[in-house]
């Protein structure tokens, strides 16, 4: 019975240390990347390395390996000991405040350009109450992509998620050359009710792909499939096409 005892702790140690888990944790920020490794919810490894702003994997891979090496594991070892990566970054927020991002293009349902101009009047976060309302003193932030270079498609696909007006192909080539005549790096979608039915985002972003495939392209339904513009009521927008 000793024996049997010790032996089924020494199992019990050994698949322990096999399976010893790792939570990472990555910032990458403009200048530094800083990760951050806890095992097993006690030790806890701390590293920095240089961002590679030409390609931010680079140095998100490299903080990765240093981790390893404060283990004292191998990065394959380690890695197949990770249970979970947490990774937030600043280069998307400093590309936004210092507008030194890619030069964009959007593309949205016919009728709806305006919409990003007007924004929402509902802004206000650290403002005093009073401020809030006064609307006609309210400074609206530049928009990130200029009003030149969104495009209209006809197309209208309702709060359903029905089609009520197929993505008009012709119309969506035309919308697309015009903004790579006007030099743009890279093509935002962003069509109504698109996130109960991304039917014509995905052919819009096939139809990028296949006129300019060195352009990068999102769609806002592969990005976030939420709605946070519209209303659930049918006729709140009319249809224009």
């Known amino acids: 019975m000793g024996v049997g005892f010790d032996l089924e702790l020494d199992w019990k140690k050994e698949t322990v240390m096999e399976t010893k888990a790792f939570w990472i944790g990555i910032d ?4 530094f990347t800083d990760a951050i490794a806890i095992e097993d919810g006690e030790k806890i490894y701390v590293t920095k390395t240089p961002s590679t702003p030409h390609d931010l994997s680079i140095g998100v891979m490299k903080a990765i390996e240093l ?9 394959e070892s380690f890695l197949s000991r990770v ?11 400093n590309a936004m405040v210092q507008r030194k991002g890619a030069r964009t293009g959007l593309i949205t349902t016919k009728g709806f350009k305006d919409h990003f101009i007007i924004m929402r009047s509902g802004r206000g976060v650290g403002v005093p109450d009073v401020e809030k309302v006064r609307y ?19 197309e209208r696909i309702d709060y359903a998620g029905r089609v009520l007006v197929p993505l008009d192909e012709a119309d969506a080539r035309r919308a697309i050359q ?9 093509i935002a979608i962003f069509l109504l009710w698109s996130f109960r039915n991304p039917v014509h ?9 296949e006129m300019a495939p060195s352009v990068s ?11 946070l513009v519209l ?7 009319p249809i224009r096409s």
Request: aromatic fraction near 6%; hydrophobic fraction near 40%; charge should be negative.
């Open 67 to 75: 981790l390893a090496e404060s283990a004292g594991m191998s990065m």
């Open 217 to 227: 392209v999102t769609a806002g339904s592969d990005l976030a499939a939420e709605g």
């Open 231 to 237: 209303e659930r009521e049918e006729s709140f927008w």
């Open 136 to 154: 006609s003193r309210a400074a609206k932030p530049e928009p990130l992509v200029p009003y030149t270079f969104t495009e209209e498609v006809r």
């Open 201 to 209: 985002e995905a052919r819009l972003r096939d139809l990028v792909h």
């Open 83 to 93: 249970q979970k990566i947490s990774h937030g970054t600043t280069a998307t927020v």
């Open 28 to 31: 990458t920020g403009g200048t």
């Open 178 to 186: 015009s903004l790579l005549d006007m030099g743009v790096e890279a």
